[in-house]
């Protein structure tokens, strides 16, 4: 004689549909929910850290902290090898124009890729600091490039713009540069 078949419980039956049923629910929240992919700087309101970086190309100075006080300008982070940042060069040549003064930070970039870039896309900035080991980029919580950072005339960090300036932006980018003068 044999034993009948021991009762599954109506939990046993139902739980991997519930589990698949909650799995597929957060993979839709995943993907309907808007995502923030800015990772704001800590500094926004802090003096920039000091630092003193070499000159990255022969016809511009290097970058340090005591030359950034003064005005209200731009430190702009960027790279030869960054595309977004050959976008956004247009935009950072139209602030040049209107008296806008812009500091670049250069990562980890040979002078001749850095030289080339600058001779196709244009050389906006008033001097530019060579950051090899990116440990300028870090200090001031810069999470990539290209990045923009309005510093007032205290040398205070006062706004972090994370991506490359589009024609769009430029009127935000003056209005904080503004609102950094006083």
Known sequence: MTEPAPKRSR????????????????V??????PADREVASTFIGKPLPSFDLPAATDDRPGLNTAEMKGKPRLLNVFAS???????????????????????????????QDLED???????????????????VQLAIGSSGVPETFVIDAKGVIRYQHIGEIRPEDVPLILEKLKEAQS
Do not use: H, M, T, Y
């Not at 939990?11 to 698949?20: G, K, N, R, T």
């Open 81 to 111: 090898w960054c595309i977004p940042c050959a976008v956004e060069a247009p935009q950072l040549e139209a602030l040049r124009q209107q008296g806008i003064e812009i500091d670049g930070v250069a990562l980890r970039d040979r002078k």
């Open 28 to 33: 839709i929240w995943g993907l309907v929910r």
């Open 11 to 26: 939990l046993a039956i139902w739980l991997p549909l519930i589990l698949f049923g909650a799995f597929f629910a957060l």
């Open 117 to 135: 870039f600058l001779a196709r896309n244009g050389n906006p900035f008033a001097r530019i600091g060579k950051d090899d080991l990116s440990e």
